[in-house]
């Protein structure tokens, strides 16, 4: 894929990540804000905010969203970073695959994960 | 390459005496540069470039510089003037300080002494298609008339037309220093001159070598190269401008049509105007 394409969704995931880390900021660390706000929750951390939090499947998709934006965003930067220390266009191909290959292999992981709380 | 103390720049008076450093090399004797220093006596409007000159034809004529124009033109007289990348023949002397120091430029090899191998900067720019580029080839290769352009069309792109081809800005460039692929500020730079030219429509073949990692994205925004161009060339604004390009197209919607021809026999009211040539005599 062409690189400004790519680009385009690090900058993409970046903000999706500031969007999610800043709803997961307030509800988990701030809940004290939002009480303020008028928004009072069970605090975050109680065993039914827990059980809450893991099985509803709007909670799992969010999950699941952060982790891939986390990891393109962050797997982009490794790669750029990789691509300047070994430039060769082999090391390059290397580097694109080993990222691409544990990119896909921790996102199933935490899908399987997110799923199989949902579930229970 | 012997390590160069830079010195802090302040003016000499004419007539003074100047010491100019010089990082020397040899590829047949030395493994790395050494510094050789002589002295110059400032004459008036003095540049680097002449006090090179004045060392060669005076105390050694085995100095290797490069240049050909001596009127910051032909780019050829690119050196690390004290600690910056700088056109040899474009800086006075009487600028610098008592010590000047030359070294060949930065993220080059050196040929000998300070002439730098700028194979890889022609490389690099002819690697980007550095021309017109049309669709409709046969008017390309065999016009009949020329392409209309506006002036604001024009303005667009006509301070990237300045680039010299000095490499100055690849000197002075850090991702040029670390990432060996880099296409660099030069050739990023004139790639933009031809997208943002109303003539051209050869983004979509540039853009597979632009629009990569080591192309246009592998900037950094250091902003080094616009810094040290000695033409006013913005070669970092053209990248960020030309990122911009291969995510929306060109700056021009249209490409520029051939200027439409006169009718048969047509000629203007200030040729209708001139006086005929008289009959022929003989
Ligand atoms: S952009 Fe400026 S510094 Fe770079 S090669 Fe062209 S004239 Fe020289
Ligand atoms: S000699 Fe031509 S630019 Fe300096």
């Known amino acids: ?120 | 390459m012997a390590e160069m103390t830079g010195n802090p720049e302040g003016g000499v008076p004419e007539g003074g005496i100047l010491t100019l450093r010089v990082a020397r090399y040899d590829p047949e004797r030395d493994r790395a540069a050494r510094p050789q220093e002589w002295k110059v006596k400032i004459l008036p409007g003095m540049t680097v470039l002449d006090a090179l000159f004045a060392v060669k034809e005076e105390q050694d004529g085995s100095l290797a510089f490069r240049c050909s124009c001596r009127m910051g033109v032909c780019g050829s007289c690119g050196m690390f003037i004290n600690g910056k990348p700088r056109l040899a023949c474009n800086t006075q002397v009487s600028e610098l300080g008592p010590v000047v120091e030359v070294a060949p430029l930065p993220n080059h090899d050196a040929i000998k002494d300070l002439v730098p191998d700028l194979a890889p900067t022609f490389h690099r720019h002819r690697a980007v298609l550095p021309y017109i580029m049309r669709g409709d080839e046969a008017e390309m290769e065999s016009p009949t008339r020329e392409f209309q352009q506006t002036p604001e069309e024009l303005a667009r792109y006509v301070q990237f037309t300045y680039c010299l081809k000095c490499s100055l800005c690849l000197a002075a460039c850090p991702t040029v220093g670390t990432t060996e692929q880099f296409l660099g500020p030069q050739a990023l730079g004139q790639v933009y001159r031809y997208v943002a030219d109303n003539r051209d429509e050869g983004l979509s073949k540039r853009a597979g070598v632009v629009d990569a990692s080591h192309g246009a994205f592998g900037c950094h925004l250091a902003g080094a190269c616009s810094e040290a161009c000695p033409k006013g060339v913005d070669p970092a604004l053209a990248i960020q401008l030309l990122k911009r390009s291969l995510f929306v197209g060109p700056p021009h919607r249209a490409p520029a049509q051939v200027v439409p021809a006169f009718p048969e026999g047509y000629r203007t009211p200030e040729a209708a105007e001139r006086p005929k040539a008289p009959p022929p005599s003989v």
């Open chain 1, 1 to 120: 894929m062409r690189e400004s394409r790519l680009w385009a969704l690090h900058l993409i995931c970046g903000a999706g990540l500031l969007v999610l880390l800043s709803l997961h900021m307030g509800l988990m660390h701030y809940a004290g804000i939002l009480a303020l706000l008028g928004w009072a929750r069970e605090p975050a951390m109680s065993f039914s905010s827990v059980v809450e939090r893991g099985r509803g499947a709007a909670w799992a998709s969010m999950y699941v969203l952060l982790l891939g934006f986390a990891l393109y965003h962050g797997l982009y930067g490794l790669r750029g970073v990789l691509g300047e220390i070994w430039g060769t266009p082999r090391a390059v191909r290397f580097i694109n695959t080993g990222v691409v290959i544990f990119g896909l292999a921790v996102l199933v992981y935490g899908v399987a994960v997110a799923v199989q709380a949902a579930r229970h």
